[in-house]
Protein backbone atom coordinates (compact mmCIF):
# COMPACT_ATOMS: atom_id res chain seq x y z
CA UNK A 1 0.00 0.00 0.00
CA UNK A 2 2.51 2.41 -0.56
CA UNK A 3 0.48 4.61 -2.94
CA UNK A 4 -1.42 5.35 0.22
CA UNK A 5 1.48 6.13 2.43
CA UNK A 6 0.26 9.75 2.57
CA UNK A 7 -2.50 8.63 4.16
CA UNK A 8 -0.26 8.07 7.65
CA UNK A 9 -1.52 9.35 11.44
CA UNK A 10 0.03 12.81 11.77
CA UNK A 11 -0.48 15.10 14.56
CA UNK A 12 -2.17 17.54 12.40
CA UNK A 13 -5.21 14.85 11.25
CA UNK A 14 -5.41 13.57 14.66
CA UNK A 15 -8.18 15.63 15.62
CA UNK A 16 -9.70 15.83 12.36
CA UNK A 17 -9.06 12.81 9.84
CA UNK A 18 -9.03 12.92 6.09
CA UNK A 19 -12.18 12.04 4.41
CA UNK A 20 -11.58 9.44 1.57
CA UNK A 21 -14.13 7.71 -0.86
CA UNK A 22 -13.78 4.28 -2.17
CA UNK A 23 -15.57 3.42 -5.51
CA UNK A 24 -16.52 -0.26 -4.44
CA UNK A 25 -18.00 -2.17 -7.95
CA UNK A 26 -17.80 -5.43 -5.28
CA UNK A 27 -15.46 -7.42 -8.49
CA UNK A 28 -12.43 -8.74 -6.94
CA UNK A 29 -9.62 -5.62 -6.83
CA UNK A 30 -12.04 -3.56 -5.49
CA UNK A 31 -13.03 -5.88 -2.49
CA UNK A 32 -9.51 -6.74 -2.26
CA UNK A 33 -8.34 -2.98 -1.90
CA UNK A 34 -11.31 -2.85 0.81
CA UNK A 35 -9.99 -5.31 2.72
CA UNK A 36 -6.51 -3.75 2.53
CA UNK A 37 -7.38 -0.50 3.39
CA UNK A 38 -9.51 -1.63 6.42
CA UNK A 39 -6.19 -3.46 7.96
CA UNK A 40 -4.50 -0.65 7.51
CA UNK A 41 -6.87 1.47 9.24
CA UNK A 42 -7.15 -1.12 12.05
CA UNK A 43 -3.50 -1.50 12.71
CA UNK A 44 -3.41 2.92 12.67
CA UNK A 45 -6.10 2.24 15.27
CA UNK A 46 -4.22 -0.29 17.59
CA UNK A 47 -0.56 1.46 17.44
CA UNK A 48 -2.05 5.10 17.93
CA UNK A 49 -5.76 5.01 18.69
CA UNK A 50 -6.12 7.25 15.82
CA UNK A 51 -6.45 6.62 12.00
CA UNK A 52 -5.22 9.02 8.76
CA UNK A 53 -8.25 8.93 7.52
CA UNK A 54 -11.81 8.55 7.57
CA UNK A 55 -13.10 5.57 4.58
CA UNK A 56 -16.68 6.37 2.77
CA UNK A 57 -17.46 3.70 0.08
CA UNK A 58 -19.85 3.73 -2.49
CA UNK A 59 -21.24 1.45 -4.55
CA UNK A 60 -22.99 2.62 -7.55
CA UNK A 61 -25.86 -0.08 -8.88
CA UNK A 62 -25.55 0.62 -12.60
CA UNK A 63 -27.56 -2.59 -13.81
CA UNK A 64 -31.06 -0.95 -13.39
CA UNK A 65 -30.07 1.12 -16.47
CA UNK A 66 -29.37 -2.29 -18.71
CA UNK A 67 -32.77 -3.76 -19.49
CA UNK A 68 -32.75 -7.41 -17.93
CA UNK A 69 -31.13 -6.20 -15.05
CA UNK A 70 -32.18 -6.03 -11.49
CA UNK A 71 -32.14 -2.69 -9.91
CA UNK A 72 -32.16 -4.78 -6.50
CA UNK A 73 -28.28 -3.79 -4.48
CA UNK A 74 -26.59 -6.94 -4.14
CA UNK A 75 -26.24 -9.54 -1.12
CA UNK A 76 -23.22 -9.26 -1.09
CA UNK A 77 -23.08 -5.43 -0.19
CA UNK A 78 -24.95 -6.06 2.86
CA UNK A 79 -22.21 -8.35 3.86
CA UNK A 80 -19.30 -6.66 3.72
CA UNK A 81 -20.53 -3.86 6.05
CA UNK A 82 -21.37 -7.08 8.61
CA UNK A 83 -17.89 -7.79 8.07
CA UNK A 84 -15.84 -4.83 7.77
CA UNK A 85 -18.01 -2.36 10.26
CA UNK A 86 -15.58 0.43 10.92
CA UNK A 87 -16.40 2.49 8.09
CA UNK A 88 -19.11 4.45 6.17
CA UNK A 89 -21.35 2.92 2.98
CA UNK A 90 -23.40 4.47 0.70
CA UNK A 91 -25.20 2.36 -2.23
CA UNK A 92 -27.31 4.53 -4.70
CA UNK A 93 -28.68 3.97 -8.64
CA UNK A 94 -26.88 5.10 -11.25
CA UNK A 95 -30.04 7.42 -12.43
CA UNK A 96 -28.92 9.86 -9.18
CA UNK A 97 -26.63 11.29 -11.51
CA UNK A 98 -28.87 14.01 -12.02
CA UNK A 99 -28.67 14.80 -8.33
CA UNK A 100 -25.17 16.26 -7.98
CA UNK A 101 -24.12 19.48 -9.36
CA UNK A 102 -21.51 18.75 -12.46
CA UNK A 103 -17.86 18.71 -11.50
CA UNK A 104 -15.22 21.79 -11.66
CA UNK A 105 -12.36 21.78 -13.91
CA UNK A 106 -9.10 22.45 -12.37
CA UNK A 107 -8.91 25.77 -14.25
CA UNK A 108 -12.66 26.89 -12.10
CA UNK A 109 -14.69 26.41 -15.28
CA UNK A 110 -17.98 24.70 -15.20
CA UNK A 111 -19.24 21.78 -17.13
CA UNK A 112 -23.33 21.84 -17.23
CA UNK A 113 -23.85 18.51 -18.75
CA UNK A 114 -26.73 16.72 -17.54
CA UNK A 115 -28.61 13.88 -18.30
CA UNK A 116 -31.94 15.26 -19.60
CA UNK A 117 -35.25 13.25 -20.10
CA UNK A 118 -35.92 12.88 -23.81
CA UNK A 119 -38.64 14.76 -25.67
CA UNK A 120 -40.48 11.54 -25.90
CA UNK A 121 -41.04 10.75 -22.54
CA UNK A 122 -43.95 11.91 -20.31
CA UNK A 123 -43.20 14.39 -17.39
CA UNK A 124 -44.49 11.03 -15.45
CA UNK A 125 -41.60 8.97 -16.67
CA UNK A 126 -39.31 7.58 -13.70
CA UNK A 127 -35.39 8.77 -13.42
CA UNK A 128 -34.59 5.06 -14.02
CA UNK A 129 -36.89 4.93 -16.71
CA UNK A 130 -35.83 8.21 -18.65
CA UNK A 131 -32.13 6.93 -17.99
CA UNK A 132 -33.03 3.71 -19.59
CA UNK A 133 -34.88 5.31 -22.81
CA UNK A 134 -31.49 8.15 -23.40
CA UNK A 135 -29.31 5.11 -23.46
CA UNK A 136 -31.36 2.80 -25.86
CA UNK A 137 -31.07 6.07 -28.33
CA UNK A 138 -27.22 5.86 -28.68
CA UNK A 139 -25.95 4.08 -31.65
CA UNK A 140 -24.43 0.79 -30.82
CA UNK A 141 -23.65 -1.01 -27.70
CA UNK A 142 -19.83 0.09 -27.04
CA UNK A 143 -21.67 3.47 -26.80
CA UNK A 144 -23.80 2.38 -24.42
CA UNK A 145 -21.01 0.83 -22.36
CA UNK A 146 -18.97 4.35 -23.00
CA UNK A 147 -21.80 6.34 -21.85
CA UNK A 148 -22.38 4.58 -18.88
CA UNK A 149 -18.67 4.67 -17.48
CA UNK A 150 -18.88 8.13 -18.30
CA UNK A 151 -22.28 8.53 -15.87
CA UNK A 152 -20.62 6.16 -12.97
CA UNK A 153 -17.65 8.64 -12.88
CA UNK A 154 -19.28 11.98 -12.69
CA UNK A 155 -21.26 10.55 -9.99
CA UNK A 156 -18.73 8.85 -8.23
CA UNK A 157 -17.01 12.64 -8.28
CA UNK A 158 -20.34 14.64 -7.44
CA UNK A 159 -20.79 11.89 -4.30
CA UNK A 160 -17.53 12.78 -3.01
CA UNK A 161 -17.28 16.29 -3.10
CA UNK A 162 -20.84 16.44 -1.55
CA UNK A 163 -19.60 14.59 1.13
CA UNK A 164 -16.68 16.15 1.61
CA UNK A 165 -13.93 13.79 0.35
CA UNK A 166 -10.77 15.15 -0.46
CA UNK A 167 -9.71 12.17 -2.61
CA UNK A 168 -11.47 8.97 -4.40
CA UNK A 169 -9.55 5.90 -3.99
CA UNK A 170 -10.42 3.58 -7.72
CA UNK A 171 -9.61 -0.37 -7.24
CA UNK A 172 -8.62 -0.85 -11.03
CA UNK A 173 -5.84 -3.60 -11.31
CA UNK A 174 -3.29 -3.63 -13.73
CA UNK A 175 -5.50 -5.50 -15.74
CA UNK A 176 -7.92 -2.85 -15.57
CA UNK A 177 -5.95 -0.43 -16.82
CA UNK A 178 -4.80 -1.72 -19.06
CA UNK A 179 -8.44 -2.72 -20.88
CA UNK A 180 -9.00 0.97 -20.27
CA UNK A 181 -6.17 2.21 -22.19
CA UNK A 182 -6.76 0.82 -25.68
CA UNK A 183 -10.22 0.98 -24.90
CA UNK A 184 -10.10 4.73 -24.59
CA UNK A 185 -7.59 5.22 -27.49
CA UNK A 186 -10.19 3.03 -29.92
CA UNK A 187 -12.94 5.24 -28.62
CA UNK A 188 -10.79 8.52 -29.43
CA UNK A 189 -10.37 9.64 -25.89
CA UNK A 190 -6.44 8.60 -26.09
CA UNK A 191 -5.62 12.34 -24.69
CA UNK A 192 -7.74 11.38 -21.60
CA UNK A 193 -4.81 8.44 -20.26
CA UNK A 194 -2.90 10.39 -17.95
CA UNK A 195 -5.82 11.33 -15.51
CA UNK A 196 -7.42 7.95 -15.92
CA UNK A 197 -4.67 5.81 -14.71
CA UNK A 198 -2.38 8.01 -12.84
CA UNK A 199 -2.81 9.47 -9.61
CA UNK A 200 -2.96 12.79 -8.50
CA UNK A 201 -5.33 15.81 -9.47
CA UNK A 202 -8.25 14.81 -11.95
CA UNK A 203 -9.83 17.76 -14.19
CA UNK A 204 -12.62 16.78 -11.93
CA UNK A 205 -11.45 19.38 -9.31
CA UNK A 206 -10.78 16.12 -6.98
CA UNK A 207 -7.53 13.73 -6.42
CA UNK A 208 -7.74 10.00 -8.13
CA UNK A 209 -5.76 7.62 -6.08
CA UNK A 210 -5.27 3.84 -7.60
CA UNK A 211 -3.63 1.76 -5.22
CA UNK A 212 -3.52 -1.84 -6.92
CA UNK A 213 -1.63 -0.19 -10.19
CA UNK A 214 1.07 -2.46 -10.01
CA UNK A 215 -0.93 -5.64 -9.32
CA UNK A 216 -2.51 -8.05 -12.05
CA UNK A 217 -6.30 -8.76 -11.67
CA UNK A 218 -5.20 -12.84 -11.30
CA UNK A 219 -3.03 -12.03 -8.65
CA UNK A 220 -5.57 -10.38 -6.82
CA UNK A 221 -7.69 -13.52 -7.30
CA UNK A 222 -5.42 -15.57 -5.82
CA UNK A 223 -4.68 -13.37 -3.23
CA UNK A 224 -8.54 -12.99 -2.14
CA UNK A 225 -8.77 -16.78 -1.63
CA UNK A 226 -5.95 -16.83 0.81
CA UNK A 227 -7.13 -14.37 3.25
CA UNK A 228 -8.53 -15.44 6.38
CA UNK A 229 -12.10 -15.84 5.96
CA UNK A 230 -11.83 -15.67 2.16
CA UNK A 231 -13.50 -13.34 0.31
CA UNK A 232 -15.27 -15.10 -2.15
CA UNK A 233 -19.03 -14.55 -0.79
CA UNK A 234 -18.04 -11.34 -1.12
CA UNK A 235 -17.02 -10.62 -4.26
CA UNK A 236 -19.84 -10.57 -6.98
CA UNK A 237 -18.07 -11.03 -10.65
CA UNK A 238 -20.00 -12.64 -13.66
CA UNK A 239 -17.74 -15.11 -15.30
CA UNK A 240 -16.14 -13.68 -18.83
CA UNK A 241 -17.17 -16.57 -20.81
CA UNK A 242 -21.31 -15.65 -18.95
CA UNK A 243 -20.86 -12.09 -19.35
CA UNK A 244 -19.49 -11.75 -23.09
CA UNK A 245 -22.23 -11.33 -25.98
CA UNK A 246 -23.40 -14.19 -27.65
CA UNK A 247 -23.44 -12.32 -31.18
CA UNK A 248 -20.61 -9.78 -32.50
CA UNK A 249 -22.70 -6.89 -33.58
CA UNK A 250 -23.29 -6.68 -29.77
CA UNK A 251 -19.94 -6.91 -28.72
CA UNK A 252 -18.08 -3.65 -27.48
CA UNK A 253 -14.43 -2.32 -27.41
CA UNK A 254 -14.80 -2.79 -23.78
CA UNK A 255 -15.82 -6.72 -24.23
CA UNK A 256 -12.70 -6.76 -26.84
CA UNK A 257 -9.83 -4.95 -24.90
CA UNK A 258 -10.84 -7.33 -21.88
CA UNK A 259 -10.85 -10.79 -23.70
CA UNK A 260 -7.44 -10.13 -25.23
CA UNK A 261 -5.85 -9.07 -21.83
CA UNK A 262 -7.48 -12.00 -19.88
CA UNK A 263 -5.51 -14.09 -22.11
CA UNK A 264 -2.72 -12.53 -22.53
CA UNK A 265 -2.36 -12.06 -18.94
CA UNK A 266 -2.43 -16.06 -18.04
CA UNK A 267 1.05 -16.43 -20.58
CA UNK A 268 2.49 -12.98 -21.19
CA UNK A 269 1.79 -10.92 -17.97
CA UNK A 270 5.08 -8.54 -18.73
CA UNK A 271 2.92 -6.99 -21.68
CA UNK A 272 -0.30 -6.31 -19.68
CA UNK A 273 2.31 -4.78 -17.08
CA UNK A 274 4.34 -2.62 -19.81
CA UNK A 275 1.37 -1.12 -21.26
CA UNK A 276 0.15 0.71 -17.73
CA UNK A 277 4.01 1.64 -17.43
CA UNK A 278 4.39 3.20 -20.93
CA UNK A 279 0.83 5.13 -20.08
CA UNK A 280 2.55 6.43 -17.09
CA UNK A 281 5.12 8.30 -19.09
CA UNK A 282 2.76 10.28 -20.44
CA UNK A 283 1.88 13.46 -19.36
CA UNK A 284 -1.42 16.27 -19.49
CA UNK A 285 -1.54 18.14 -22.21
CA UNK A 286 -1.24 21.42 -19.92
CA UNK A 287 0.47 23.44 -22.53
CA UNK A 288 -2.88 23.41 -24.69
CA UNK A 289 -4.73 26.06 -22.93
CA UNK A 290 -8.08 24.22 -23.05
CA UNK A 291 -10.89 26.46 -24.01
CA UNK A 292 -13.84 24.38 -22.60
CA UNK A 293 -14.73 20.98 -20.91
CA UNK A 294 -16.62 18.48 -22.84
CA UNK A 295 -19.90 18.32 -22.17
CA UNK A 296 -19.95 14.91 -21.82
CA UNK A 297 -16.95 14.02 -20.05
CA UNK A 298 -15.87 16.99 -18.39
CA UNK A 299 -12.53 16.19 -19.94
CA UNK A 300 -10.22 19.57 -20.73
CA UNK A 301 -10.51 19.58 -24.57
CA UNK A 302 -7.75 21.84 -26.76
CA UNK A 303 -9.56 24.14 -28.88
CA UNK A 304 -10.35 22.90 -32.94
CA UNK A 305 -10.60 19.42 -31.97
CA UNK A 306 -14.63 19.41 -30.49
CA UNK A 307 -16.48 17.42 -32.32
CA UNK A 308 -16.69 14.67 -35.77
CA UNK A 309 -16.51 18.01 -37.83
CA UNK A 310 -13.50 19.65 -36.22
CA UNK A 311 -11.42 16.74 -35.83
CA UNK A 312 -9.01 16.35 -38.68
CA UNK A 313 -5.97 14.55 -37.27
CA UNK A 314 -4.37 17.73 -36.55
CA UNK A 315 -4.69 18.71 -32.45
CA UNK A 316 -3.51 22.07 -33.04
CA UNK A 317 -5.82 24.84 -32.44
CA UNK A 318 -6.33 26.71 -35.96
CA UNK A 319 -8.74 29.08 -37.07
CA UNK A 320 -9.55 26.49 -40.18
CA UNK A 321 -10.48 23.70 -38.06
CA UNK A 322 -13.14 25.35 -35.87
CA UNK A 323 -14.61 27.16 -38.46
CA UNK A 324 -15.25 23.54 -39.90
CA UNK A 325 -17.61 23.10 -37.70
CA UNK A 326 -20.95 23.69 -39.91
CA UNK A 327 -24.58 25.26 -37.93
CA UNK A 328 -25.79 21.51 -38.12
CA UNK A 329 -22.77 20.23 -35.98
CA UNK A 330 -23.54 23.30 -33.57
CA UNK A 331 -25.02 21.65 -30.58
CA UNK A 332 -21.49 18.94 -30.86
CA UNK A 333 -19.14 21.92 -30.53
CA UNK A 334 -18.28 21.72 -27.15
CA UNK A 335 -17.87 17.77 -26.93
CA UNK A 336 -14.79 15.74 -27.43
CA UNK A 337 -14.35 13.76 -30.10
CA UNK A 338 -14.65 10.73 -28.29
CA UNK A 339 -18.04 11.26 -26.86
CA UNK A 340 -18.61 12.42 -30.59
CA UNK A 341 -18.90 9.25 -31.75
CA UNK A 342 -20.30 7.58 -28.97
CA UNK A 343 -23.69 10.15 -29.07
CA UNK A 344 -24.03 10.15 -32.52
CA UNK A 345 -26.22 13.00 -34.26
CA UNK A 346 -30.03 11.04 -32.94
CA UNK A 347 -29.00 11.49 -29.01
CA UNK A 348 -29.59 15.32 -28.69
CA UNK A 349 -31.12 14.76 -25.54
CA UNK A 350 -28.17 13.61 -23.92
CA UNK A 351 -26.52 16.64 -24.39
CA UNK A 352 -28.92 19.31 -22.93
CA UNK A 353 -27.84 21.56 -20.13
CA UNK A 354 -29.72 21.94 -17.19
Known amino acids: MKRMDGYKVRSHTKDKPRRILLSLSLGVSSMTLLY ?54 TAISLDKVSHYPSSLGIDGSSATTTLAQPSSLSTSSSRPECLRES ?11 DMIHILRTRLVVGFAKDAGCESIIWGDSTTRLAERILAETAKGRGFSIPWQTADGLSPHGINFIFPMRDILRKELTMYSTLVNPPLGELIME ?3 SQSDPVSSKDITIDNLMAQYFESVELNY ?9 TSGKL ?37 EA ?33
Open 283 to 319: KPASTLSPSFLCRICNLPVANGTQGLHAWRGDQESTT
Open 36 to 89: LLDQQLRIQKERTSQVGYELHVLHINDEGSMESAKENVPKSYYLLKTRFPLHKY
Open 238 to 240: TPR
Open 269 to 277: PSIVANVVR
Open 135 to 145: LASLPSPSART
Open 322 to 354: SSAISEADAASENICYGCSRSVGSSTSPLLDQK
